[in-house]
């Protein structure tokens, strides 16, 4: 009755393996070894080895196979090295177990490939494979970083409070959970604990630098920039080439697989993004010239990488470079972000920059639509909920027919106030007065918010508290940077309508919060040249820009002061012009100059209107003789003829 009984079993057991039912072999083969576990854990007991028989070999290792059909590769390894155990000259039992290490690193392999190229969803199926002990905790981080890098903050901390407490990696990754979580100080405390322990990696020595960026203390962010450079030196390349976070030329002669595992690039990167910073930090109080030393300084951090091709440039590093070029070749700058927006994968942040150059420069209803050859990409933009309220996240979702990846989705953080604006600006072609009244009120929204922080911040000076005034300083610094930009375009509104006095106005109720800034004086004196009644006034305001200004504004200066009968300081100017551009021949004489040219066709050119209007036929008749002049120097200064003017 007893063989009866089993070769029941058996048959069973075959037919339910011949039909693809593996789950319910599993089970029945579980009932026939009296192990009281499930399959999906298959733990098997000390106690079942003493009671192993030949009966029992049979049946575990038909539970090994219904294990392998049924990916759970734990519960087959742990069959077969009980076979192995028990009978250790079996080959077939020996391979059996090699073939499982083999799935079970495939499993783990496959889930590190589909994490690195953003597939997080079949990332986190392949680790449902990896329920083993021994990987418990690679599995864990792993499954934290992909909720991670999806913005799932609770579930990538679930999976990380899962790991082992002795893991040397925990301190770390909660320092990463806390950064993304903007708790810069907690998260710089993280990374303070790791150091501290002894694990000074390349990729720590970042992250602290990083935190200290955004916790506005560039200098000691800059400290860590120099250690990087320093032990990417000794560790990466050869004894005689050396990097250096100042500036120092050097040729990189190192493996780009060592660069790769480097973040010099990463440090370079966050390098021009201080200097960047700093830019915009100083603006209210350094001259002009500063400024250009500054994104000068920014674009020599990008140029002091290791040299690579223009086609092996990460993406992060393209869009820096494209935010520096956008201070003197906008052009450039603005073909960058456009390059990277039709990417398959790009930064979030280049999508938004690209938004504000496009309403910079006017290209409005099109902002929202990436060509690259002929790949057209759609983006579609809704706003979700933030918890903090003054800002929003947009998420945006990218189609590519092409593309083999799924859809892509981002997370752009941008205030409020930044997206209106934006919205005012794209609605202007079309509805110009909403438009002027919407930007109108912004302007008046960020106007009330720099008063209450002037007001804070005289109430700190008097209270001696240098701390509560730096903090509301850089407040008032960053508020500041986001009323200028829409104060030029409520200004420019009503210069394309030629209202330059509506224009004159906006700028004097304005004086109090930008009266320091370079461009806000070139506009107001620009607005006052153009009512050609108050070049006295507008004299005024082109003097204090001439050690870095444009062509445009000494020939201004030069044409207020003719108007005003003082050729005199006129040529006194171009004198200085023409001096300063024979030093630059010396150093460069192949070099083509336009100042001293672009400032006579300008004096010939406004004059020459002059001799039109009867109001001004004096002062034209004194100055007539000294427009053909000026023109006839202009023409020929650059070999011109009366064709190409």
Avoid at 20 to 42: I, K, M, P, S, Y
Avoid at 101 to 123: E, G, P, R
Avoid at 205 to 226: F, G, H, N, P, T
């Amino acid at each position: 009755m007893h063989y009866t009984e089993t070769a029941k079993n058996t048959r069973n057991v075959y037919t339910l393996i011949r039909n693809g039912q593996f789950n319910e072999a599993a089970q029945l083969l579980n009932r026939q070894l009296n192990v009281d576990h499930a399959v999906t854990t298959c733990i098997i007991p000390q106690s079942f080895l003493k009671s192993f028989t030949f009966q029992n070999r049979a049946a575990l290792s038909l539970l090994g196979y219904c294990c392998v059909q049924l990916h759970n590769f734990i519960g087959a390894s742990r069959c077969y090295s009980h076979l192995v155990l028990s009978y250790p000259h079996s080959e077939r039992y020996r391979q059996a177990i090699l073939f499982l290490l083999y799935k079970l690193m495939l499993s783990m392999v496959t889930a590190m490939c589909y994490y690195k190229i953003h597939m997080f969803d079949d990332a986190a199926k392949a680790c449902g494979h990896l329920a083993i002990p021994d990987l418990n905790s690679d599995m864990h981080k792993l499954m934290a970083a992909i909720k991670y890098d999806i913005n799932d903050l609770p579930s990538s901390k679930a999976y990380l409070s899962q790991c082992s407490n002795d893991d040397k990696d925990n301190e770390m990754n909660w320092g990463c959970i806390c950064f993304k979580e903007e708790n810069f100080e907690t998260a710089l405390q993280h990374f303070i604990t790791t150091a501290k322990r002894g694990g000074r990696t390349l990729d720590l020595l970042y992250d602290l630098a990083v935190c200290y960026y955004k916790l506005k203390q560039y200098s000691q962010a800059m400290r860590y920039i120099e250690e990087i450079c320093e032990r990417h030196a000794a560790e990466f390349l050869q004894p005689d080439t050396r990097f250096s976070a100042e500036g120092t030329e050097v040729h990189y002669a190192g493996n780009k697989g060592m660069l790769q595992q480097s973040v010099l690039i990463e440090a370079f990167n966050l390098k021009a993004a201080i200097e960047f910073k700093l830019k915009n930090c100083i603006s209210p109080w350094k001259s002009h010239s500063m400024h250009s030393v500054l994104y000068l300084n920014a674009a020599q951090a990008i140029a002091n990488m290791p040299p690579r091709e223009a086609t092996r440039l990460d993406a992060i590093t393209l869009h820096n470079e494209a935010l520096v070029k956008m201070a003197n070749e906008p052009m450039e700058g603005f073909a960058k972000l456009q390059f990277l927006c039709g990417q398959t994968r790009f930064p979030p942040e280049a999508l938004v920059n690209l938004l504000f150059v496009c309403c910079k420069y006017g290209v409005g209803s099109q902002m929202l639509i990436t060509s690259t050859g002929a790949c057209c990409h759609v983006i579609h933009l809704f706003w979700l909920p933030f918890n903090q309220g003054h800002v929003y996240v947009k998420q945006v979702e990218r189609y590519d027919s092409k593309s083999v990846l799924p859809p892509l989705t981002l997370e752009l953080r941008i205030l409020k106030y930044e997206h209106d604006f934006i919205a005012a600006i794209i609605m202007q072609p079309q509805s110009p007065e909403e438009s002027l009244s919407k930007i109108e009120t912004l302007v008046e929204q960020q106007g009330d918010i720099l008063q209450r922080l002037e007001e804070q911040l005289s109430a700190a000076q008097q209270a001696n508290d240098e701390d509560v005034r730096s903090k509301i300083a850089e407040t008032y610094n960053e508020a500041l940077q986001l009323y200028l930009p829409v104060l030029m375009e409520q200004a420019k509104m009503y210069w394309d309508k030629k209202n330059y006095r509506q224009v004159e106005k906006i700028f004097q109720h304005s004086a109090d919060f930008c009266g320091n800034y370079d461009s806000w004086k070139l506009n107001v004196g620009h607005t006052l040249f153009m009512q050609q009644t108050k070049y006295k006034e507008a004299a005024g305001f082109y003097e204090t820009l001439t050690l870095d200004s444009s062509a445009i504004v000494l020939a201004n200066l030069c044409v207020c002061y003719i108007l005003m009968n003082q050729n005199e300081a006129a040529e006194e100017l171009m004198r200085k012009v023409e001096k300063e551009e024979d030093k630059l021949l010396l150093t460069d004489p192949d070099q083509r100059l336009f100042h001293l040219c672009i400032i006579n066709l300008v004096i010939g050119y406004e004059n020459g209107i002059l001799c039109s209007l009867p109001k001004f036929l004096s002062l034209a008749r004194l100055d007539f003789i000294y427009t053909l002049n000026a023109i006839v120097c202009a023409l020929k200064e650059q070999s011109l003829t009366t064709e190409c003017v």
